[in-house]
T-cell receptor, first 116, second 115 residues
Framework: QKEVEQDPGPLSVPEGAIVSLNCTYSNSAFQYFMWYRQYSRKGPELLMYTYSSGNKEDGRFTAQVDKSSKYISLFIRDSQPSDSATYLCAMKLVWAGGTSYGKLTFGQGTILTVHP | EAEVAQSPRYKITEKSQAVAFWCDPISGHATLYWYRQILGQGPELLVQFQDESVVDDSQLPKDRFSAERLKGVDSTLKIQPAELGDSAMYLC?????????????FGPGTRLLVL
């Protein structure tokens, strides 16, 4: 079983829909949680970054982390065709000394298509 | 805006040949990462450098892969000999110090096809 599980989709929604993307994880030592967007044949770009549990909002994007359930979500409101991409969740460990090891552990990625 | 540079963007080679990828991180970033992304999967770390030192190469297939960052700036990842299963996107990322609160910035990647 992988440390981070993500439904690969593909997910197809109409423009203006609310999109929900999710990941589950098994390692309770993960403390930093990120969502990356990756367009075809491009490198991942950071969308959202959350430390520990809670919610974070940035424009049309909201990230949620529930450490008790080992579950993270990304919500996209008023989705646009330009949001069509692969969305990757990623996580980082924090060692007992409080310093991150740096390595990102990614989910498989969810392919999202928003059609006009 | 500063970016991570990678070259070449695409590489086609035959199995058993040697290939090399180059990465130039954002200026001043001490930490450099090489990830491999197989089609349909998320990136997986191959090697992490802090300045010129390797801090994690536990997932690097050392019988055929090597990586160096001699002056603690740009880096080269080499595969010799290449195998069919090495076909993937090779991504380079950098961050200022590799600390937990920092963002990793990714380059555009090198897409490798081994025939």
């Amino acid at each position: 079983q992988k440390e981070v599980e993500q439904d690969p989709g593909p997910l197809s929604v109409p423009e203006g829909a609310i999109v929900s993307l999710n990941c589950t994880y098994s390692n309770s030592a993960f403390q930093y949680f990120m969502w990356y967007r990756q367009y075809s044949r491009k490198g991942p770009e950071l969308l959202m970054y959350t430390y520990s549990s809670g919610n974070k909002e940035d424009g049309r994007f909201t990230a949620q982390v529930d450490k008790s359930s080992k579950y993270i979500s990304l919500f996209i409101r008023d989705s646009q065709p330009s949001d069509s991409a692969t969305y990757l969740c990623a996580m980082k460990l924090v060692w007992a000394g409080g310093t991150s090891y740096g390595k990102l552990t990614f989910g498989q990625g969810t392919i999202l298509t928003v059609h006009p | 805006e500063a970016e991570v540079a990678q070259s070449p963007r695409y590489k086609i080679t035959e199995k058993s040949q040697a290939v090399a990828f180059w990465c130039d991180p954002i200026s001043g970033h001490a930490t450099l990462y090489w990830y491999r992304q197989i089609l349909g999967q998320g990136p997986e770390l191959l090697v992490q450098f802090q300045d010129e030192s390797v801090v994690d190469d536990s997932q690097l297939p050392k019988d055929r892969f090597s990586a160096e960052r001699l002056k603690g700036v740009d880096s080269t990842l080499k595969i010799q000999p290449a195998e069919l299963g090495d076909s993937a996107m090779y991504l380079c990322a950098s961050s200022p110090l590799g600390q937990g609160q920092e963002t990793q910035y990714f380059g555009p990647g090198t897409r490798l096809l081994v025939l």
